[in-house]
């Protein structure tokens, strides 16, 4: 594969167990698409943190920007600070996102 973005998806996602999927040939196929790609997006709505499902996709620290719908608790937004892993979520006060 060749590609200059993965944009991915999950069932969970964990500090510790990393990011996770419930079937292993979809987390196989994940990646082989994150290997090849320069920048890894995750994408996972707020139900998918604290999650872990069946089969390992990869570490939270192997993703460059992580795209949810509501803004993570302050363990997750430190966390991603820390590792240096940018978060998008949309703003409770209208269509605008932010990015930290």
Not at 9 to 19: F, L, V
Not at 21 to 39: G, H, I, R, W
Request: glycine share 4%.
């Amino acid at each position: 594969f060749n590609a200059d973005k993965a944009i991915l998806s999950c069932k969970g996602i964990d500090m510790e167990k990393g990011i996770t999927d419930a079937n292993e040939m979809f987390s196989q196929v994940k990646q082989a698409m994150l290997s090849s790609a320069s920048q890894r997006i995750l994408a996972a709505d707020h139900t998918k943190f604290d999650k872990v499902a069946f089969s390992r996709i990869c570490e939270v620290t192997d993703i460059d920007m992580v795209v949810t719908d509501e803004r993570p608790s302050e363990a997750w937004m430190e966390y991603f600070r820390e590792k240096g892993i940018a978060c998008l979520y949309e703003k409770k006060d209208g269509n605008h996102c932010f990015c930290e």
